[in-house]
């Protein structure tokens, strides 16, 4: 006997599509133990839609005994769960990843079907839905779904709050790591602005270089006892004589 269609009948709500069927062979299954054992959760709807339970009622559909499909499809018309939640996506991937093991590649799949319907949630909305971090959902899941365009670049997004938030034109570049700073200012030429020619240094100035070339022939110790801005000062004198500034001296 061929499975009897319930998709022409029943409604079914779009977020209950983010996830795939079971297999017919785990509908089969699947049927044969609600036809022994009953139904043990409720079918749940959003408003006139399915929202939650398409494999059961599809499994329900493919018992063979017609008495017993009909009581259990009365059953589910009478417990059934009318619901009106805000978020009718959250529900369904709230109550899937509850029931079902799913590995990250999976937990990615779902996160793309989940943008293709609602490209406007944010990444951290969905990474919190489908249980992977957000940059996982940036860089993993909606940068090759927008360089594919299957879904477009969005300059509002909703988070996971519920509030719509601005998102910046450009993103602002991730800082360099410590190994890639430090190769940067290897590969860095450095850029040498000279200061206009100084003129003659002050006599005095000439003289203080003289005592200190004979105090370093007699004891260069001494240098240590001169004041810092007189030494600062004979360094100046030096650079001035050979036109050079500070930044020359760092120069490889």
């Not at 929202?51 to 009478?78: C, M, P, Q, W, Y």
């Not at 590995?103 to 990615?108: D, L, Q, T």
Request: glycine share 6%; aromatic share 2%; charged share 30%.
């Amino acid at each position: 006997m061929n499975p009897i269609s319930w998709r022409d009948q029943i409604k079914v709500h779009p977020a209950a599509d983010l996830f795939p069927m079971m297999s017919d062979a785990e509908l089969d299954e699947l049927a044969a133990d609600i036809a022994e054992h009953g139904l043990y959760q409720a079918i749940a709807f959003q408003g006139d839609e399915l929202l939650d339970g398409r494999n059961r009622l599809a499994a329900i559909h493919r018992i063979k005994d017609e008495t017993r499909r009909n009581n259990l499809l009365g059953f589910v018309a009478s417990t059934k769960r009318v619901l009106e939640v805000r978020d009718p996506t959250a529900y369904v991937v709230s109550a899937n990843l509850h029931r079902r093991q799913l590995s990250a590649e999976h937990k990615k799949r779902i996160a793309a079907e989940l943008l293709k319907v609602e490209p406007q949630r944010s990444d951290r909305s969905v990474g919190k839905l489908v249980g992977l971090h957000h940059t996982t959902i940036a860089t993993g899941v909606r940068e090759p779904l927008e360089r594919t365009g299957e879904i477009s670049q969005l300059g509002k997004r909703v988070g996971a709050d519920g509030k719509i938030r601005q998102q910046p034109s450009t993103k602002p570049p991730k800082p360099l790591g410590k190994e890639a700073q430090i190769r940067a200012l290897r590969e860095q030429k450095p850029v040498v602005v000279r200061p206009p020619a100084a003129g003659q240094p002050p006599t005095d100035d000439v003289d203080a270089l003289q005592a200190l070339l004979l105090t370093l022939r007699g004891d260069p110790r001494r240098v240590a006892g001169i004041p810092l801005d007189k030494r600062v000062t004979m360094a100046r004198t030096c650079l001035a004589w050979l036109n050079l500034t500070p930044d020359d001296l760092r120069a490889p």
